[in-house]
């Protein structure tokens, strides 16, 4: 539980130093007690460095660099600036953007939305009266960036230089793939039902455990490099180890495609719940989770960070599978249904069979008994 009054306090203070640095005379032990003594000094530094309005100013620019510098390329190459092109290109590399600056600066942001009086005191004197919830603030920001100014910027660069897509073209990256059991028609229905409902309630504990914690609440019981420590596994993870993203275009071709007399247009139930739980899962339960583990993570015991840093994103990879081809998945579908279709016929025929012989006994019965009577 959260000490109110440290947490309400201006300073923090230091960190105390395991048990096995301790000793009578206060001296310090060599080894990897110096160690010790430097995170503990400067965590009270650090957490300073990055909770101040310079910091959300740098987080702003780390966000904007990955939405304007395509643009900006796009203009120095427009305009012969071949200088600035170039600059931007060799900091940047082909896509002239980096996602990591990106994600840095969102977490920073977000670590000042929980942990910043700075910003408290922006939203104050602009709203005039605030109430803090940094977890719908979060989120509304994410989603916001993720939505709303990463298609804005995305539809302004597509209609003149698509630096992302020619990477893409140039990596030969497949389109037509799908990594996520949702989308891959070969998984059972029933399966991918149950797999959604399993990763929405982990989900849900994990949300409900977060925004329930006081620690998370309190910027003196956040430790700064158990927040950078994660940011960085996040950074590596949003690409594969937190699970498959959520790719429209696949299942635009999915709805599209067919594999003989099966349509997956004529199964829309099955196709609709199949999009809403990856949707859901892969879209905003996997945003979310990327934007608030650093957060969860910081407030976490040293012994404990290894062990939650896995669980949280085993929940967003539960549903992976290895990339596939569509026309393989919906091969592989059309067999599945072929093969119950003639267990079904079978099944029929046996009951079938076994009601005509049952019909015959009963009248050889009972012409045995006219038979009989007379």
């Given amino acids: 539980m959260a000490d109110n009054g440290v947490c309400d306090s201006d300073t923090c ?121 940094p977890f719908i603030e979060s989120l509304l920001f994410a989603f916001f960036e993720s939505l709303f100014v990463y298609h804005l910027f995305r539809y302004l660069q597509k209609r003149r230089y698509d630096y992302e897509f020619q990477e893409a073209k140039a990596n030969h990256q497949n389109l037509d793939e799908i990594v996520t059991k949702f989308a891959d028609y070969s998984v059972p229905w029933g399966f991918a039902t149950i797999t959604f409902i399993a990763q929405f309630m982990l989900f849900s504990v994990f949300i409900l455990d977060m925004n329930g914690d006081e620690n998370t609440h309190c910027r003196c019981k956040m430790n700064i490099y158990h927040w950078f420590a994660a940011v960085l596994v996040t950074n590596v993870s949003g690409h594969d180890e937190s699970g498959g993203t959520f790719r429209q275009a696949a299942w635009n071709l999915l709805w599209t495609s067919e594999s003989d007399e099966f349509k997956v247009k004529e199964y829309p139930v099955e196709g609709w719940s199949r999009w809403f739980y990856d949707g859901t899962i892969n879209a905003f339960c996997r945003e979310v989770l990327l934007c608030l583990a650093p957060v969860a993570l910081s407030v976490t015991d040293r012994d404990d960070l290894v062990k939650d840093c896995l669980a949280i994103f085993f929940i967003s990879r539960m549903d992976d599978i290895e990339p596939k081809k569509i026309e393989d998945s919906l091969k592989d579908w059309r067999e599945q249904r072929m093969l119950l279709q003639s267990r079904a016929f079978d099944q029929t025929e046996v009951e079938t069979g076994l009601g005509q012989t049952s019909q015959a006994e009963a009248a050889s019965g009972l012409e045995g008994q006219a038979l009989m009577g007379e």
């Fill in 13 to 133: 203070p230091r960190t105390e130093l395991p048990m096995y640095c301790v000793t009578e005379d206060n001296s310090l032990p060599r080894g990897l007690c110096y160690v010790e003594d430097f995170l503990s000094w400067s965590a009270g530094p650090a957490r300073e460095l990055l909770l101040n309005r310079f910091a959300l100013l740098v987080s702003f620019i780390m966000i904007l660099q990955f939405h304007l510098m395509p643009l900006l390329a796009y203009w120095c190459e427009k305009y012969k600036f071949t200088v600035g092109a170039k600059v931007i290109r060799a900091a940047f590399g082909h896509s002239r953007k980096s996602n990591f600056f990106r994600s840095l600066g969102r977490h920073i942001y977000i670590l000042n939305i929980y942990y910043s009086g700075a910003l408290e005191a922006m939203k104050v004197a602009l709203l005039g009266s605030y109430e803090h919830q």
